[in-house]
């Protein structure tokens, strides 16, 4: 898939793997979800080398950051839409 980023950023090699990682994913990761499915992967990207991928790609438009309880949580999916996080255990 290719992808531009309208601005100053580049789409560095670890944006894009985390970009990656999480399109296609509808359980709203953290940060440290996305880390650890890196990992499995075989992936040495560091956690924050994820943090700091995913407020980039939040603040390009290519991920939307799920705000609630608990840890920020991203969103692959950037059509508007509403989510509803239960008080109890902070699911999306």
Same mark, same amino acid.
């Given at each position: 898939?290719?992808?531009?980023?309208?601005? %100053? =950023?580049?789409?560095?090699? %670890? =944006?894009h793997e985390v970009l990656e990682a999480i399109q296609g994913r509808t359980d709203h990761p953290t940060a440290e979800d996305v880390y650890h499915s890196l990992r499995e992967q075989g992936s040495r990207t560091s956690l924050a080398t994820v943090y700091r991928a995913l407020r980039v790609l939040a603040e390009e438009g290519f991920v939307r950051e799920v705000h609630g309880l608990g840890p920020d949580r991203f969103d692959p999916v950037r059509k508007p839409?509403?989510?509803?996080?239960?008080?109890?255990?902070?699911?999306?």
């Open positions: 898939m290719r992808i531009t980023i309208m601005s %100053k =950023r580049e789409l560095t090699p %670890k =944006r839409h509403y989510h509803l996080v239960c008080r109890r255990c902070n699911r999306v």
